[in-house]
């Protein structure tokens, strides 16, 4: 799979504040790459930086090839959605999409059209966008965006504002157009739910470096399912210990603090729950957990703050 942007040991400064130090970034032809880190973490000034709304201070990026600061030819086959879509709010929807369609030397045409059909703001085209909601603008943002079927397609927070149906929507877009027109789509998000459900790999930010990129197959395997037990009782928890050494022989297991007891090793649920109930041991729930992006998420954070 060939790698179409690179960055390495990227560093961006505002003034004295450290946005970006020292990020690696990886993305390859059909990604869908997921971007998270908490607020400030530096996702923004990453995608700024690619976009060439402001330059990097130190460091090394490449976009299909072109070295980023070199020319800007590249751009011609990204699709960008930075922060608030910026239209001029005096002209129509559709003013607006001809306009940046002719910065970029094409016309509105039927696939363009059909576009504003699927993100539903056909029947708002003819109204000047000062009259928009933050959604209805973010919907005419996402078809500029893609309005010259990117080879590149990069959203920053692209479903802010936008409502569940809108989200699904774009989902649906997304996972269609990574498939059809061979788009890689870069997609920043706190919702990591969201980010799970679409992207194949996604790279964790904090502090303005990349912490970790991950696979989602790799994220399957790092993560498989477990059992969780809370006991009914504090009491219970020793109890509960000893069966699980004694007569189940389960070694991987851990005592968390509020009667947990996690339970790594393979085993049905249903015996557990059975060998504790032969002793009189009743629980107040026993569950299969399977990991999400969120909590793996959530552990990363927690663990090197
Ligand atoms: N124009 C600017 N001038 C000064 N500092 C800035 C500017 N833009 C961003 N920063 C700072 O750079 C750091 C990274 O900000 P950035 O917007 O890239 O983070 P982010 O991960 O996109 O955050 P969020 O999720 O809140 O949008 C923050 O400390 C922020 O305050």
Redesign the pocket.
Known sequence: MEKIIECKDLKKN??R?I?LDGLDFNVYEDDIYGLV?E???????LLKILAGHILKSEGSCSVLGTNIESSFEYRRDCGFLIENPSFYSYLTGMENLKYQASLRKFKVDDEIIELTKIFKIDGALNKKVKGYSTGMRQRLGIVAAMMNRPKILILD?PINGLDPSGIIDLRNFLLKINKEWGTTIIISS?ILNELSQIANRVGI?KKGKMIEEITLDDLKEKNEKFIRIIAADSKDVSKIVNVLEENLKINDYKVLPNNIIEVYDIVDIFIIQKSLAEKDIYLRSASIVENTLEEYYMNLMGGLK
Request: zero cysteines.
């Open positions: 505002y003034g504040n946005a880190g607020n400030g973490a530096g996702k923004s000034t927070e706190h930010i």
